[in-house]
């Protein structure tokens, strides 16, 4: 395994993403994280280490408990064991974003060997974290699922596979990413994420936020107001003026007209 390419994609100069080493768990028991991840598209990076850097696979609609409900996954260079903990703006470049640590906990394999596992495209384990627990598998495909790009980049070996949970008392129907959307780190959301950053890395975003358009770009623009209105009502109390006075009044002594008061305006949303 190597940072290569991890390193290659990345300059640190500008990012506060980790800088890869390579290291491990303290506790003797293999660390796995879902990493919440906005960038171009919102996808949620799923990674177990192992032999010291983290394995990694994008899953663009993220875990799913229901057996039934095979999730692609797009296998990922491999990210430093330090990344696993990460949450924050990447401000440019690659995975330009923003990034949660969606959950987090520890992985079993349910091998004798990993890396045979991987090589014949079949890894079952068991994860330990706060929202995904229980049974999984990964499963290599021929690149043929829908949706997927077919990559053959990593030894001809298909970069695709299936993220599938087993059946057994973790398992079930309800739907983990929208049941449980924060982070478990800062148990916020993106807009919390990006407004408790600190502002150099704030204004550097600015400008280079990912051009994105449709529902990602709509999402984004959201999370960026709501971000500038938590940073803004956070500003609020250090003022000692009163609410009231911050707004401009342009017609001073202009009495207001009474408004009718027959119904409530609804509100659109
Ligand atoms: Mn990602």
Partial sequence: MSLDEYKRKRDFNKTPEPSGKLATSKSGSLFFCVQKHLASH???DFRLEHNGVLLSWAVP???SLDPKTKRLAMQTEDHPF???EFEGVIPEGYGAGIV?????GTWTPQVDDVDAAL????????????KLKGSWVLVRTSGRFPGARGGTSSGGASRSWLLIK?????????DITEFAPKSVKSEGDFEDIL???TPAVWITNKPARPAVGGDTGAMLARIIEKATA???GRAAPKETAPRHEEKPRRHEGTKKKPRPTKKPQRKKS
């Fill in 42 to 44: 919102l996808h949620y």
């Fill in 61 to 63: 609609k993220g875990p």
């Fill in 82 to 84: 330090d990344y696993g």
């Fill in 100 to 104: 949660m640590l969606w959950d987090r």
């Fill in 119 to 130: 090589r014949k495209g079949d890894l079952k384990f068991t994860l330990d974290g706060y």
């Fill in 166 to 174: 087993h059946r057994d008392d973790w398992a079930g129907e309800l």
């Fill in 195 to 197: 407004a408790a950053d």
């Fill in 230 to 232: 938590i940073k803004s």
